[in-house]
């Protein structure tokens, strides 16, 4: 039980320090199975605050940042926070319902689809670039964030992705933090149908996000869902899609042993997933609803988090980020992150979307299957 209250604890905080993700802190308890499982779930869902109110995203909570942030622009954060957990709970809801169904079919569903894999993943980078604000700049950054990402496995490191993703997504963020300016918020209920129709669209997506490699982030899958909905029901379907996928991520390496996060890497490291599924899923659940409760019944807490200036904190994580990499890894991790904080400030630049810089998993992953 106190592995699930601290790992709740851990994972919410996580979730709310720009640039700090759960596979950070589970790179160093690997041991400790059932905390990382119970933090990645809370961190699923509180990496949505700094992404609408801090402008920090991460690979999960990318494309929240416009709509979220609009929203509370127009004093509306409140109205995202409602969203976010109720979508959170229902789709759990659904996850839950469904697990045993799921579990029985996944095995057939994937060796169905594995021979269209790495054809599914070309469409979805196709679709990626296709809908992008300018399509050769994405493509460009795809290309770049393939090649560092090829080298970087080529190296290795002990936890690649770590300086990876952390100076392509944290570090650009966090050095070039500034605090926002925040107008008042209102706390307007949605509508319902803005939560739940796009509940069951992302419940989906995530499923079909476990199945494909590289193509786990919400962020690229969501690029899907974006056509023909409102802000609000698009803001509605990430989180959809992390429960989703962060709940059937071990159900897919209980059942085929294919691992789509890096906390679930981690967990299976002292876990038994296959053998211990149920209980597994039970703490990701318990930990998810009490983190949406949370989330949903203290809003009015946590929207002041907006208002602190995070500038300081954000130079003493930026200097943790680089040197954890370097404990964990060594100096060979200084070419990755340099090259990783070169691409990541780019296409923050340019206005490139980041989800570009998710080449780095997706590029050597088609090269694999395709050759």
């Not at 109720?86 to 994937?110: G, Q």
């Not at 936890?159 to 050095?175: G, N, R, T, V, Y």
Request: charged share 10%; aromatic share 10%.
């Amino acid at each position: 039980m106190l592995d699930l209250i601290f790992g709740m604890v851990a994972g919410i905080l996580c979730g709310l320090i720009p640039g700090l993700h759960s596979n950070t802190v589970a790179a160093l308890v690997e041991n400790e199975g059932y905390f990382i499982v119970a933090m990645f779930a809370a961190q699923i869902l509180f990496s949505f605050i700094p992404a609408i109110f801090f402008s920090v995203p991460d690979e999960t909570t990318v494309l929240s940042v416009l709509p979220g942030q609009r929203m509370a622009a127009r004093g509306e954060g409140l109205k995202a926070l409602r969203i976010i957990a109720s979508s959170a709970l229902l789709t759990l809801l659904l996850s839950v319902l469904l697990y045993r169904v799921i579990l029985s079919s996944y095995p057939m569903l994937f060796s169905t689809l594995e021979p269209y894999i790495p054809y599914l993943v070309l469409l979805v980078v196709i679709v990626l670039i296709a809908k992008s604000k300018n399509p050769i700049l994405y493509a460009l950054f795809f290309l770049a964030a393939g090649i560092v990402g090829k080298e970087t496995l080529k190296l290795g490191l002990d936890d690649p992705f770590l300086p990876l993703f952390s100076s392509m997504f944290a570090l650009p963020m966090l050095i070039f933090y500034k605090k926002g300016k925040v107008v008042e918020q209102k706390d307007e209920a949605p509508e319902p149908k803005s939560v739940i129709f796009p509940s069951l669209m992302g419940f989906l997506l995530g499923i079909f996000a476990v199945i494909l490699p590289g193509v786990s982030s919400p962020a690229q899958v969501a690029t899907f869902a974006s056509i023909g909905l409102s802000e609000y029901s698009y803001l509605a379907t990430l989180p959809s899609i992390a429960v989703s996928n962060g709940f059937y991520s071990f159900v897919s390496m209980a059942t085929v042993e294919k691992a789509r996060a890096g906390a679930v890497v981690y967990a299976s490291k002292s876990i038994d997933i296959a053998e211990n599924i149920d209980h597994v899923l039970l703490y990701f659940s318990i930990s998810m609803a009490v983190a949406a409760l949370i989330l949903y019944f203290s809003r009015k807490m946590l929207i002041k988090l907006a208002g602190i200036d995070l500038k300081p904190f954000a130079v003493a994580l930026s200097i943790y980020l680089v040197a954890i990499s370097l404990f964990i890894n060594g100096s060979a991790s200084l070419p990755v992150i340099a090259g990783g904080f070169a691409l990541g400030t780019l296409a923050n630049l340019t206005k490139t979307e980041k989800t570009s810089l998710m080449g780095a998993v997706i590029f050597p992953t088609l090269g694999r299957m395709l050759v």
